[in-house]
């Protein structure tokens, strides 16, 4: 059994469990910084593709922004309360920490185990803590960068200036009210989308939803402008996708064709799982 999976050749005895965690952490990190395995023959988006996409993504923000943000939140304003209550529920599923801190326990959960007797009970462990890995580093990755971004843009949220005005902005100014652009909730939402998307394809509808709910309910709390909520959406799903590819050219849970085409490797079954339990309960 080799460090990874929690022993050290040679020593008779099995760390405890804090020294087990810090070295598969290690390892981790180990694994995900190492240079790819492969390198397709054609590349995810050529620059051309690229700047295409983006001149797409700017014109609707911007068409979001002079003739949709304005007119949709004063509509917002005039709904009654009991209407926007809802929405007011369902926003808080949007955070980011509903999915990061359930997965980061597991994680860490995962990487405390001592290591199992067989390479088939290594070979499944290391296959589920890789995809618990990828959804906390697909939906992490893209929030960061929105944090950073939408504070760093310093797009006021709507009503703060008193009056509805898609255009005020305060750059570098570093407040939550004028952090708008873009919308975090959204980022998040769709990043979720993505990430359980590519590992369990039958939950995309639900997923897609969920997202959609999210995104909907930043626009009627008066947390965002559509354009924030666009511009998010299209930052978690790049971001997840990103993350998907760098996974896949290290073959951690996909793999990438020649021609770039990804391809997910089948998880362990509940079959294997259960064969995994039996050998960490056994005495």
Same mark, same amino acid.
């Given at each position: 059994m080799s460090a990874a999976n929690g022993l050290h050749p040679g020593h008779d005895l099995a760390p405890p469990p804090w020294r087990r965690c810090a070295d598969n952490l290690a390892h981790a990190l180990t694994i995900l910084a190492r240079p790819a395995k492969i390198h397709p023959n054609r590349p995810w988006a050529t620059a051309r593709q690229v700047a295409i996409a983006s001149a797409i993504v700017l014109a609707v923000v911007l068409f979001s922004m002079i003739v949709i943000d304005a007119p949709v939140t004063r509509a917002v304003m005039r709904l009654p309360r009991w209407a926007v209550w809802p929405f007011d529920q369902i926003s808080e599923f949007g955070k980011s920490g509903w999915f990061l801190w359930p997965l980061g326990l597991i994680f860490l959960a995962l990487a405390a185990l001592p290591a199992p007797l067989s390479? %088939?009970?290594?070979?499944?462990?290391?296959?589920?803590?890789?995809?618990?890995?990828?959804?906390?580093?697909? /939906?992490?990755?893209?929030?960061?960068?929105?944090? /950073? /971004?939408?504070?760093? /843009?310093?797009?006021?949220?709507?009503?703060?200036?008193?009056?509805?005005?898609?255009?005020?902005?305060?750059?570098?100014?570093?407040?939550?009210?004028?952090?708008?652009?873009?919308?975090?909730?959204?980022?998040?939402?769709?990043? %979720?989308?993505?990430?359980?998307?590519?590992?369990?394809?039958?939950?995309?509808? =639900?997923? @897609?939803?969920?997202?959609?709910?999210?995104?909907?309910?930043? =626009?009627?709390? @008066?947390?965002?402008?559509?354009?924030?909520? =666009?511009?998010?959406?299209?930052?978690?799903? %790049?971001?997840?996708?990103? %993350?998907?590819?760098?996974?896949? @050219?290290?073959?951690?849970?996909?793999?990438?064709?020649?021609?770039?085409?990804?391809?997910?490797?089948?998880?362990p079954s509940r079959k294997r799982m259960k064969a995994v339990a039996r050998e960490l309960l056994a005495p």
């Open positions: 390479r %088939v009970s290594q070979a499944v462990l290391a296959a589920v803590m890789v995809r618990v890995g990828f959804l906390f580093t697909a /939906i992490a990755l893209p929030g960061l960068f929105d944090s /950073i /971004i939408k504070r760093l /843009i310093g797009r006021a949220r709507p009503l703060v200036p008193g009056h509805v005005d898609p255009f005020v902005f305060a750059p570098f100014v570093w407040r939550a009210d004028y952090a708008s652009f873009p919308s975090g909730h959204a980022t998040t939402a769709f990043a %979720v989308l993505v990430a359980f998307g590519s590992l369990w394809p039958r939950a995309r509808t =639900i997923a @897609l939803l969920y997202a959609v709910a999210v995104a909907l309910s930043r =626009i009627v709390v @008066l947390g965002h402008f559509p354009s924030d909520v =666009i511009a998010g959406a299209v930052v978690g799903t %790049v971001g997840a996708l990103l %993350v998907r590819y760098y996974f896949a @050219l290290r073959r951690l849970g996909f793999s990438a064709g020649p021609d770039g085409t990804l391809h997910q490797y089948p998880g």
